[in-house]
Nanobody
Framework: QVQLVESGGGLVQAGGSLRLSCAAS????????MGWYRQAPGKQRELVAA???????TYVDSVKGRFTISRDNAKNTVYLQMDSLQPGDTAVYYC???????????????WGQGTQVTVSS
């Protein structure tokens, strides 16, 4: 049984930081592309950041220079370090896993349950 368990969400003031974690089980983690999506109320789910099995990363333009995705294959965990948070970053953040391409959402094989991030102004 595959599980992706997120943690680290919460309420933070604008300019603050949060670190999200996603612990994976039931998959051969090191060969999967991992990603973080987010979905704000009334908006489509969007890919925020992704990291391939080889460590290549990609980010949506709105978070470049502020967010950093990383992975620890020994711990089967992917992280999203979020700095300089803005109210526009408020959303439910979802961990995602797929063997190869992780976008669009229909391509994602496995999802976490989501963790709320709220940034107050």
């Amino acid at each position: 049984q595959v599980q992706l368990v997120e943690s680290g969400g919460g309420l933070v003031q604008a300019g603050g930081s949060l670190r999200l974690s996603c612990a994976a089980s039931g998959i051969f983690f090191s060969i999967y592309t991992m990603g973080w999506y987010r979905q704000a109320p009334g908006k489509q789910r969007e890919l925020v950041a992704a990291i391939t099995s080889s460590g290549s990363t990609t980010y949506v333009d709105s978070v470049k220079g502020r967010f950093t995705i990383s992975r620890d294959n020994a711990k089967n965990t992917v992280y999203l370090q979020m700095d300089s948070l803005q109210p526009g970053d408020t959303a439910v953040y979802y961990c995602a896993a797929n063997r190869h391409v992780i976008t669009p959402p229909a391509n994602v094989a496995y999802w976490g349950q989501g963790t709320q991030v709220t940034v107050s102004s």
